[in-house]
T-cell receptor, first 115, second 114 residues
Framework: KAGVTQTPRYLIKTRGQQVTLSCSPI?????VSWYQQTPGQGLQFLFE???????NKGNFPGRFSGRQFSNSRSEMNVSTLELGDSALYLC??????????????FGPGTRLLVL | TQLLEQSPQFLSIQEGENLTVYCNSS?????LQWYRQEPGEGPVLLVT?????EVKKLKRLTFQFGDARKDSSLHITAAQPGDTGLYLC??????????????FGTGTRLTIIP
């Protein structure tokens, strides 16, 4: 079974630009969660999508948005990039039907650098 | 806001020594998970503990969930260089069961010196 894949793996943008990151979950998984990881703040939850609907949301500004397609693939978008958005963006997939007790499988992440 | 504090933040020990990493919170979690993350990769789940007081063993790793489900510990016996990595605890929200959101701890960066 293929794992979670994220594209691109590395990205360099400048302030004010926007960026779209992609995540393909494990086949059969319907839940995709996005996290931001920085040295200072650690791993923080952005949002979770299940069956094309945003089911949970973290405490990030509206510049951070996402969506999920009918094949469960998900994208997240960050508009008007700021220097502080430089981070490793991780997505995780799970079946989404057993609450917080089931395993979330993480992808390798997309490392975003904002200059 | 639920917070998970891990201690120590950094730990560097010799191969063969034992160590314990702690994960503490003032909040109750429905379950708690431990992950290990290596450079350039995403976190990989090591264990999930669900019941207060639960102890799980995974080879040289022993995980314990506090009786009140607010804290957890990870003990490694006879550490090996392959144990090097960032260890993260993560709690599942009790208030919203069915919620896939995980609250991650601050992390412990472990280095095992050969």
């Amino acid at each position: 079974k293929a794992g979670v894949t994220q594209t691109p793996r590395y990205l360099i943008k400048t302030r004010g630009q926007q960026v779209t990151l992609s995540c393909s979950p494990i086949s059969g998984h319907r839940s995709v969660s996005w996290y931001q990881q920085t040295p200072g703040q650690g791993l923080q939850f952005l949002f979770e999508y299940f069956s094309e609907t945003q089911r949970n949301k973290g405490n990030f500004p509206g510049r951070f948005s996402g969506r999920q397609f009918s094949n469960s693939r998900s994208e997240m978008n960050v508009s008007t990039l700021e220097l502080g958005d430089s981070a490793l963006y991780l997505c995780a997939s799970s079946s989404g039907t057993s609450g917080g007790q089931e395993t979330q499988y993480f992808g390798p992440g997309t490392r975003l650098l904002v200059l | 806001t639920q917070l998970l504090e891990q201690s120590p933040q950094f730990l560097s020990i010799q191969e063969g020594e034992n160590l314990t990493v702690y994960c503490n919170s003032s909040s109750v979690f429905s379950s708690l998970q431990w992950y290990r993350q290596e450079p350039g990769e995403g976190p990989v789940l090591l264990v999930t503990v669900v019941t207060g007081g639960e102890v799980k063993k995974l080879k040289r790793l022993t995980f314990q969930f506090g009786d009140a489900r607010k804290d957890s510990s990870l003990h490694i016996t006879a550490a090996q260089p392959g144990d090097t990595g960032l260890y993260l605890c993560a709690g599942a929200d009790l208030a919203n069961f069915g919620n896939e959101k995980l609250t991650f701890g601050t992390g412990t960066r472990l280095t095992i010196i050969p």
